[in-house]
Each structure stands twice: as structure tokens, then as C-alpha cells.
């Protein structure tokens, strides 16, 4: 039998029967799996524990650096907050013997409650100790947020913020720390003023969230989401669009987060597609001429998480209906490929959602078709990667978004392959050409 041979690393399929790039190194494994996820959460072609484990088993292959920097990037770049989590457990587990976890802990637990989520899930196959490290990481997190943020997020659970705080034994840094942290210990901490508390107290929904409105005192993701309750309220119209000019955290919520909420009160469309616009505006724009490629295909129909309402086709067009340049065409295959006009925002939106019937993955087929007839300089595919053809490679610059988590994809070898449907892989592709 011959060793000495050349290996063929297509030699993976997708889950609709197309070869695969089979040879992907642990940390790649890891970011596809990982950057487009919601834990636990199944996907059209498989199920959360399958995806979890796989990134427990190749997070455990990946450098601790390379662990820690991925982890820091999920958090911060694409506004994950349970993934980033299972890679500081992995990174616990793989014993580096640095302070590269205690350092790492800060930089990815940005909300007070993912203190308590982060032990539960170090517990989640049995309760043990605590290593050394994680202790410090947790201690020197904690110290991060003062009594509004800690009370707001103290909640019942199997592990609490006061058992965490017990179990790292931090010191406080000043005298006020230290009474917070003894109110905390002792369950007397002050309730925060959110509309949670509020109206679980049985307080007005309207005069509520006028008042929060009035005081800059809601998020702007908690804004999206309450859209309807302050509609169905009499919430003046005066103030939600105040709250759309002013409330704190707009560059943190994802471009299908406003597609939810116009999907949820379609009478105050014309002023979250404004919200969403300013957003767009606010990205670099592409030099040159630019193709848009979007996966419409059944698959990207399943649902991004149990609860939600959205699917990852929302992701996707709202993902492609942000993309700014010189010259802008659309896309969209499933079984035959689609031009739409190059609309951005909310009309982008339902252009690419309503373009075709959500059938077959024939991707290979639609760049064949797009390579044949149109000139661009990049092209940029938003897919999950499930194609049923084969797929070649792009004419000039190909960027592959991933926007599932399935084990295997197409988007390698001459694609330059990126994970995440958030829109900072916009401004990846505008570094990547910068540096190239």
C-alpha cells in the first residue's frame, strides 16, 4: 500500500451532499462552530448538544492564547454572550498554568449575571473547585460593576451573585465597594430602576416607560424588544423616537434586531428602518464593484433560537441589506439565482427575503451563472454553507460568511472564510483589502 501520495482535502460533504473542505485546523473548526451560534440552540441540520460539544472538543485542541483571543472577539466584536462563556470554561479545563484565564475573565464577562452563569456552567457536568485562576478572573470581573449593575442582574438561579462572591473571596477596593458587596452578601441590595422591576411591581406599562424614555434610562436593545408593549400602552410617539435618537447602546445591537421589531409593530417601520440606515451609514464602504450573494434556500429558514422569532434568512438579508459601496448588486439562489435592486435597510430586507421560493442550495450553480455573466471586483456569499452542488471558486476577491454552525462548509481553499452575521465583518473585509 503507497503512503506517499497526495490527499484530496475535499473529503467532508455538507449536509446536502457537496464536498466539503475536510482538512480545517482546530481553531477554524472552532470559529465556524462558535461565531454564528446561540448555545444550545439547534440549527436546521443539527442539534445545540451536538454543536456545544463540538466546540468543547476543538476549543480543547486550539493554543490557550488562541482560546482567549477568540473568546474576547465573540464577546466584544459580535455581541455573543453565551459562547464566549464555554470557551473560558474550556480554557479552565485545559490547565495552561499561566494567568491567561484570569486575564481573559474580565476582558469577556461584560454583564454582572454572566459571573453566576459562567460558574454554572463550569458546574454543569458536576460541582468541583474552583482552580486558582478562575477565582482571580472572577474577582477581578466582579470588581467591574458598582450596585445599579450588579442588583439589576442579581437573579435566582442554582448559582447566585453572592455565591460567587463567597466563593472568590475578593476585596473590595474602596469603602463603598465593600458596603455594596456586604448588601449583596446579605440580599439587601436596592432594587435598580428597569422597566422589569417596575412593572413586575405592578407599576403603570405607560407611565413606566415614559418615564425611562424621559431619563435616557433604556437600552436600546430593551427599546426594540418593548416596541409593542409601549404601543399597546399609549406610550407617546414623541418619546420612542427620542428613545431611537438617544438610548445608550445602539452599536451593540445586531442588524436582524431591527427587523424583529419592525416584524413586531409594523406602524413604527419608517422609524426603525431610519434607526437601521443611520446604522449602515455609519460602515465603511466598499471601493469598487461589489456582488452580494444570499442564501434564500429552506435550511436558513430554521429558526435562530427556540424562542425567537427570526431566522437565520433574517440574519442574512439584514446582513446583506447593510453592505455600502461604490457599486452594489444583489443576489439571492436557491434553486435559481435572483437579482434584487441593491436596496438597503428595511427594503433591502424584504427584496432579498421575498425574491424567490426558499428551495434547494445550489450555490455552485449560481456562481458558475454570476462568474459567466457579471464583472465585479469582490464578491461577498452569506450562506450556511449547505450547498448541494459543488462549489467553485470566485473571479475576483471571495469572502464566504458563515451564518450557521453545521460542522462542515464550502467556503475555503480560495474563499476567504468568515463566521458571524454580525456586521463588524464588513469592516474585516474592508481591513482584510486594505492590508492585501
Known amino acids: 500500500m503507497r503512503v506517499n501520495v497526495k490527499r484530496n482535502v475535499m473529503t467532508e460533504v455538507t449536509h ?14 472552532l470559529r465556524r462552530s462558535l461565531l454564528s451560534c446561540f448555545l444550545w440552540e439547534s440549527g436546521f441540520y443539527e442539534d445545540g448538544k451536538t454543536i456545544a460539544d463540538r466546540i468543547i472538543d476543538n476549543a480543547l485542541k486550539v ?27 474550556a480554557l479552565a479545563k485545559s490547565g495552561s498554568g499561566t494567568n491567561i484565564l484570569s486575564k481573559t475573565m474580565p476582558e469577556v464577562i461584560r454583564r454582572a449575571d454572566e459571573l453566576a452563569e459562567l460558574v454554572a456552567m463550569y458546574w454543569k457536568d458536576g460541582k468541583k473547585p474552583l482552580s486558582a485562576q478562575m477565582k482571580k478572573g472572577l474577582a477581578l470581573a466582579i470588581k467591574r460593576f458598582d450596585a445599579y449593575q450588579l442588583a439589576k442582574y442579581n437573579r435566582g438561579g442554582a448559582v447566585k451573585l453572592r455565591d460567587v462572591l463567597f466563593l472568590v473571596h475578593a476585596k473590595p477596593e474602596s469603602e463603598e465597594q465593600s458596603a455594596v458587596w456586604k448588601k449583596l452578601a446579605e440580599q439587601t441590595l436596592e432594587s435598580p430602576d428597569t422597566w422589569e422591576v417596575a412593572l413586575s411591581a405592578g407599576a403603570d406599562k405607560k407611565e413606566t416607560f415614559e418615564r425611562l424614555l424621559r431619563e435616557n434610562n433604556l437600552g436600546y436593545l430593551a427599546l426594540l424588544r418593548n416596541l ?63 456582488v452580494v450573494l444570499v442564501d434564500v434556500s429552506g435550511s436558513m429558514d430554521e429558526k435562530l433560537s427556540a424562542k425567537s422569532d427570526m431566522k437565520r434568512i433574517d440574519a442574512a438579508a439584514a446582513l446583506g441589506s447593510v453592505i455600502n459601496g461604490d457599486s452594489v448588486r444583489v443576489f439571492t439562489f436557491s434553486h435559481q439565482i435572483v437579482e434584487c435592486p441593491p436596496r438597503k435597510g428595511m427594503a433591502g430586507v424584504d427584496a432579498i427575503i ?31 454553507e449547505q450547498s448541494h452542488d459543488s462549489v467553485g471558486g470566485p ?42
Open 395 to 436: 473571479k475576483g476577491n471571495g469572502y464566504m460568511i458563515n451564518v450557521a454552525s453545521n460542522k462542515n462548509g464550502v467556503g475555503y481553499g480560495p474563499w476567504v472564510h468568515i463566521d458571524g452575521f454580525s456586521e463588524r465583518v464588513i469592516d474585516f473585509i474592508h481591513e482584510t483589502e486594505n492590508v492585501l
Open 16 to 29: 446536502e451532499g457537496a464536498p466539503a473542505y475536510g482538512n480545517l485546523t482546530p481553531i477554524q473548526q
Open 228 to 290: 409593542r408593549n409601549m404601543i399597546e400602552s399609549g406610550v407617546d410617539g414623541t418619546l420612542i423616537a427620542k428613545g431611537f435618537d438617544e438610548a445608550k447602546g445602539f452599536d451593540r445591537v445586531l442588524p436582524f434586531r431591527f427587523v424583529a421589531a419592525a416584524r413586531a409593530c409594523p406602524q413604527l417601520e419608517p422609524l426603525i428602518d431610519k434607526a437601521l440606515l443611520r446604522r449602515i451609514d455609519a460602515l465603511k464602504s466598499l471601493k469598487g464593484r461589489t
Open 63 to 89: 493554543r490557550p492564547d488562541q482560546l482567549a483571543a477568540l473568546a474576547i472577539e465573540a464577546r466584544t466584536k459580535f455581541n455573543l454572550r453565551h459562547a464566549p462563556l464555554m470557551l473560558l470554561v
Open 354 to 384: 421575498n425574491s424567490q421560493p426558499h428551495g434547494g442550495t445550489y450555490l455552485g450553480q449560481a456562481l458558475q451563472t454570476i462568474n459567466a455573466q457579471v464583472e465585479y471586483d469582490r464578491i461577498i456569499v452569506i450562506t450556511d
